[in-house]
C-alpha cells in the first residue's frame, strides 16, 4: 500500500518512508531521516536529521525524535537516534540524538514509551520496555531488557538498569539497578526479586529459586557486595541468570543499590 501523508506535513529531501506509513498533520519530517514500513507518525511531530524509525512503530502527536544533545560539549557531530520495530513512543515524548561518546541513541523494539518521557543523549534502551509517564532519563543511561520502569523516575547519567527488573514509580536511581528485581524507596533500595514478571515470562521455578538464594547473599546476609559474589560462584550452580547478576556486578560503574 502506498502511504498517507497530511497535505500539511513538510517533508525534506533525502529521507527514506516505508510502505504504507502515515504522517499526520503539521509534522515535520527533516532531512536524511528513515522511517520503516507501517509506521505511524501523529500530528506536530518533529523528527530531526539522523531519526531512524523501525517497522510498525507508532509516535504519537507533539513527539520530538532526534533533536541535539542537552549536552555543552556537543560540537555538532553527526549522530543518529535509532528505534527499533513495533515501538510505540507516545505524546510529548523526547528523545535526543548522541553524541562522539557513542554517536547514538537507542531504544529497542517492542518498547512502550509514555508520555512525556524525556531520553538523553547516548542512551542505550533494550526491548520490551517500558517507561511510564514523565519519567526523566540523563544521558548514557544503558536499560536492558524487559524493564519496567514507573512513572516520574529520575535517573542520573551513566546509570544502568539490568533486565527484568522493576523500579517503582517517583523515585530517583542514582545506582546501578541489578537484574530480576524490585526497587523502590528513598534512597532506592531493593525491595525482593521481581517474581511476578518473571513468572510471566515463563521462567523456571528452580531458576526463581536460584535467584532467591542469590539475592539473599547479597542484601540479606553478612556479606559485602564482592564476598557475596564469590558466594553466589562457591553456592549456586552456574546458569545464565546467576552469571548474568555476577557480570553485571562487576561491570558496575557507580555500585549497585543497597
Known amino acids: 500500500m502506498s502511504s498517507q501523508i497530511h497535505p500539511t506535513a513538510i517533508i525534506e529531501s533525502n529521507v527514506k518512508i516505508g510502505k504504507n506509513v502515515k504522517i499526520g498533520p503539521y509534522s515535520l519530517i527533516q532531512e536524511d531521516v528513515l522511517i520503516g514500513d507501517n509506521s505511524e507518525i501523529g500530528s506536530y511531530v518533529l523528527l530531526c536529521s539522523g531519526t531512524r524509525l523501525g517497522k510498525a512503530c507508532k509516535v504519537l502527536h507533539h513527539t520530538v525524535l532526534g533533536e541535539i544533545p542537552q549536552d555543552l560539549k556537543f560540537d555538532d557531530e553527526k549522530t543518529t537516534v535509532e528505534i527499533g520495530d513495533r515501538t510505540v513512543i507516545r505524546e510529548f515524548v523526547t528523545v535526543n540524538r548522541g553524541t562522539k561518546a557513542h554517536h547514538k541513541t537507542v531504544i529497542g523494539s517492542d518498547c512502550l514509551i ?27 543511561v544503558e536499560i536492558q531488557d524487559w524493564v519496567i520502569i514507573g512513572g516520574m523516575v529520575g535517573i542520573h547519567q551513566f546509570v544502568k538498569i539490568g533486565q527484568h527488573s522493576l523500579i517503582g514509580g517517583h523515585y530517583r536511581v542514582t545506582k546501578d539497578v541489578p537484574p530480576y528485581i524490585i526497587s523502590a524507596g528513598e534512597p532506592l533500595k531493593f525491595e525482593g526479586l521481581n517474581i511476578i514478571g518473571l513468572r510471566r515470562r515463563k521462567f523456571s521455578s528452580e531458576t526463581v529459586k536460584n535467584l532467591k538464594k542469590a539475592y539473599k547473599l547479597i542484601y540479606n546476609s553478612q556479606y559485602n557486595v564482592s564476598e557475596a559474589v ?29
Open 114 to 140: 509514555m508520555a512525556y518521557v524525556h531520553v538523553a543523549h547516548d542512551c542505550i534502551v533494550g526491548n520490551n520496555v517500558v517507561i511510564a509517564n514523565a519519567t526523566n532519563i540523563a544521558g548514557h
Open 230 to 258: 564469590t558466594a553466589i560462584q562457591e553456592q549456586l550452580p552456574s546458569a545464565p541468570e546467576t552469571d548474568n547478576i555476577i557480570d553485571f556486578i562487576k561491570k558496575s560503574d557507580r555500585g549497585i543499590i543497597r
